[in-house]
Each structure stands twice: as C-alpha cells, then as structure tokens.
C-alpha cells in the first residue's frame, strides 16, 4: 500500500498532529542563576600590524579578573581565527600553561593573587578562504581590514551561559596599535574616525555577535553619497581605488543597495567599505558583515563576486534591522539562511537587464528548478521528503543540501504566498517589528502570519503533505533532455554529498525508456507512484517528471516491491540482484534518445 501524502488543499485534510512543541521553536527564557564555577573578567583586545610585507598582525588579549573560578582557569574559543602558536603571561611576565583542546584554549591554573592574564599569537591576513578568488582580509602601507571572528577569540561559554555573557564579562575593549595616521571604520566606533578603539561595559550575547563578525577597516577613506528614495546612503570608498573604481561596479552596487532598500523599508545606517582588490589584481578581500559595519572590494569580475556583494549587503542590512539570538541557531537555521537566499536570488533577477548581460548573471536555481527537484525526490525518497527544522545539526551533507537549497526556498515562497496580498515581504517585516534584542516566538510568528494556514504549512515542512504548486509553475515547455539532464545533475550531486560522508546513497542514472512501451506498462501494470492528487500535480506541472516517477514505480515492480516511494527503497532497488532485473529490462526495451 501506498502512503497516503496529501497535496495540502486545505487545513482539514491534515491528518497527522503533531505534538505540542511541534516543528516550530522557540528557545525559553526560564529564569536563570549564575554558574558559580565560572570566572568573572574583563577582556581587552589589541591588534598590531608587526609585519606587513608577509601581512601579518600580532593580537593581544588581556583577561582582568574581577572573580577567578574555583579551578582559576580561562578558556578562549579558537573559532575561524588560524593563529600561530600562542604565549601567555601574567602580569608579571610569568608564563602561565597552555592547553590546546582542539576548538579551544584552557589557559591556566593562573596563580590566586593574578592580576591579569595576557594571550598573545599572531594572524597572517590575505590567505584564500578556499574559494576561488577570494581572501580573507588583508593588510597593506596603507590599509589593514579584516573580520573581528578571524582574528580576535572569543571568551568560550557553553550553551547554557552564552546567552548571559554579559553576568560574566565586565568590558570588552579593542584598540589598534600603530597606524596613527589611519582612520577608522570599526564597530562601537564614530566612522571614518580617528577614533581606533571602542569599550563596552558588560557586553552581552549580541554586542559580541556584532563584535565577531562585523568589519574592522584602517586607512584612507572617502564617504560615498548614493541617492536612494530621496534619502542619503553612506559607502566608503577605499582611497586606493579613487581614480580607479569602475562606474559600472558602483552602478551594481547601487542596483542592489536599492533593492534591498526598497525590501526592508528604509536605508542602512551602518557603514559598508567598499575595498581596493588583492594585490594579485582579481580577488575579491572579504572583511566581515555584521550589524555595525561591512566591508568587500567593490570589483567584482565574475557572478558569483556579484553574487557576493548582494550577500554582504543583505547580511548588512538584516543584522543592523532584526537583532534575535534565536535565529541564528538551530532549529531556526531555516529562517536566517533561507530568507538570505531568498532575497539574494531576488535580488540578481531585479538587476537591470544591462548589468546582467555585462556581468553574465543568470539565476540558476529558480522557484521552477528548485520545485521540480523537490517533487523528483519527494516522492522517490520519503526520508528526505521529511527533513525538517527539528533535524538541523544532524543532517548529512546531501540532507543538508536538498533542505536548505530545495525544500526551504519552496517554504519560504509559500508563507509569501500566503501572506503577500496583505503585505509583501510580510515575514521580514514581522521579524524587524519583534522587540529587539529578543529571541522571535517562532511559533506565535507561524500563527500570526498563517493563521488557518498555519497548520497546513507545519505539513509540507514534516513530509505528511506535499507542497502544491501554488505559482502555477510550469516545466511542460522543457525538453525532455533538459528536465533530465537537470535531475541527473542533482541526483549526481547528492550521491558526491552523501558519499564524501560515507553514508549509503545510491547513483540511480536518470534516463527514460522507450515512452511507447513506458505508457503502454503504465495502463497494462496500473502503475502509480503516488495518491491520485499527487500524480496529477505532478503530470499537470511536467509530463518528463511524471514518467520519470511512473518509471520508478515499473523499475520496483519488475523487482517485487509494492510502494516505490517507500523509506529503504531506493537502497532495495540498487541491490546486485535488483540492479541486474532493471538493466536487463533496460536492454530489452531500449532507452528513449532525448531531444
């Protein structure tokens, strides 16, 4: 028997509850009583350019304790920051004993009467963050920018106390040594100042959230005023490029600075540095996007450098408007992640038509693509059909990748679909007017904008219901060739995924048979490989897919298998002897030649 998945036509024909806490959630704000065996401190960061030929920085962190714990040790996360091997002193000079724990430093025990503690290594900048084209920061006579989270650690706090940091630490200060003819555009800090240090007093989890992963830039910059809806918006340009800077780079940025304008409602009012390219003429220096400032080179030589550009600003933009702890964790990694590819994609197809013709942008997975993804391997793979927001961390690669790239895109557009003849963009406003500074009820967020809906949508995201076409999308005008040289290409990059992990997922070719004999099983076997509704979503929206699927459910007949959309079948049918039974049907039949 097959499972009975429905297409969602309406809240009453959800059969499946789920429970109370549901796929929805929200983390508590339970009252909360200090750990008495953790330490009280100050930490004061200070960064040096000591070498900038070989572009390197040397990075100072005093810990003052105000109240040593019990074993009278610190601990700092290593996080993204490639250091060099570390020292550590007292006040006195006194080396104190270091412990690599891997992800962490355990520094200590420090000495009952310690004054302070000072952790000192150092960071080369300009190095290839692993992507083509691209560095991380970089340093020069007269320039150093990089991310605060790939040079400065952090004081380490498990889960339960890093959201009351600021019970533990008393300030956070930074300063830059050297440069003294730099200005400044860093967080905490006036812009373009010659202000190159900043202190807070008991920071908490979001000021070091903007601390981490905002911009820090010294150097010469020049304010850049881009009219927006009558407003003025504020861009540094790096003095660098003055004379250099490309309009056609400026034009691009002011087309997505507009459009993200226009999404959220108003202008940035944080600084975003637009930077001079690495010195070997063509890659791009990323240096952080957080909710005090950005900062990127402007040139941007391929699609995927415009790409990112559109990122940083929407990153810029959503971090410096909606400030909840809550998204940025799992299970709500849908959320965060998810609306940024939204309005990334969104942005690229809102870009003139000239800018996309000179920069050779095309919108590669669009709602249409993703959607014939999500229905192919649905419906083959109810395992993946169900991946959901309770499941984030525990993911495979290949899971991961259907669920972020496939499955949340469609959510997204269906709460838009459900919500735009209120309000356009009505789940990015509804986070920008939560109270800020507070984790968004993910639930309540799900009632308020659904509704009677709200149900119905909860389906889709667990598997019991698949999500109907609600666009009216349309894959009936794609060659044959093309909707399988599509599914083809994902199937191969799920199987890569999956195996690069060593988990069992098995290459299943995608190809069709000859389509005569292919209709001529379905009629003669009463093939079906879903509930009627969802074969007829299926053959309305494209007519390859839907013999693509009747072929799988052939392919499990000739095997003996009853429902071919079961969990472990896909693994069954790709057993020796299975496999055999479907090539030699292959070969009796022939394969269709695709134009």
Known sequence: MKENLLIGGCAALVLVALSAFGLWHTQGDASYHMDPDLAQFGVSYTVEPTDIESKIVSVSIE?????????????LDIGEVEASEPVCTDADGTEIALNNLGSAWEIGPV???????????DVKLGENTGVDFQVDGDLYEDLLAFQGKKVLMMPLFDSNNLTHMEKYISSVSFQLAGGSDWNAIIPFAPANSSEKSFQLERPTWYDYYDLINSS?????????????????????LDSAIRESAELNDLSMVISFYNYYTGVFGSNLDKPVVLLRTNEDGESTILSGVGGQSAAISLSMYTPDACQTMSRTLYHAFF???????????????????????????????????????????????????RYMKYLFISLKDPVMASLSSDMEGSMAAGQEDFYFNV?????????ES?????????????????????????????????????EMVRAYFSGTSFIPNYWNLSAQNWSAEDT????????????????????????????????????????????????????????????????????????????????????????????????????????????????
Not at 63 to 75: C, G, I, V
Not at 223 to 235: I, K, R, T
Not at 512 to 521: F, N, V
Not at 557 to 578: H, M, R, Y
């Open 111 to 121: 000495s009952e009467d310690c004054e302070s503690v000072v952790f000192q290594y």
């Open 484 to 595: 399988v040289n599509l599914l083809a290409g994902y199937e191969d990059t799920l199987s890569t995924l999956f195996d690069q992990q060593y988990v069992l997922y098995p290459y299943d070719p995608v190809f069709l048979i000859k389509t005569d004999r292919l209709y001529q099983e379905i009629e003669e076997r009463d093939l079906s490989f879903a509930t009627p509704e969802v074969e007829q979503l299926v053959k309305d929206y494209s007519e390859t897919l839907y013999l693509l699927l009747m072929q799988n459910a052939l392919r499990a007949d000739l095997c003996g298998i009853d429902d071919p959309g079961a969990a472990g079948v896909k693994t069954e049918l790709n057993s020796q002897e299975n496999g055999q039974i479907w090539a030699d049907y292959v070969a009796s039949v022939g394969m269709e030649e695709l134009v």
């Open 216 to 236: 820090y830039c010294f150097g010469s910059f020049e304010p850049l005023n881009l009219s927006s809806g009558g407003e003025n918006a504020v861009f540094y």
């Open 319 to 369: 971090d410096s408007k909606v400030h909840a702890r809550n998204l940025h964790y799992q299970p709500n990694e849908w959320l965060y992640r998810g609306l940024g590819d939204r309005y990334v994609n969104a942005s690229a197809e809102a870009l003139p038509q000239e800018l996309k013709d000179l920069y050779g942008i095309q919108v590669q997975d669009d709602l249409n693509t």
């Open 407 to 415: 499955k949340v895109p469609l959510i997204l557009e269906t709460i």
């Open 418 to 454: 459900f919500t735009s003849q209120k309000q356009e963009n009505a789940l990015l406003h509804y986070l920008m007017e939560q109270p800020q500074r507070q984790d968004v009820n993910i639930s309540r967020l799900m009632q308020d904008l659904l509704g009677d809906n709200e």
């Open 63 to 75: 810990l003052t304790p105000d109240k040593l714990s019990p074993d009278r040790m610190f601990y």
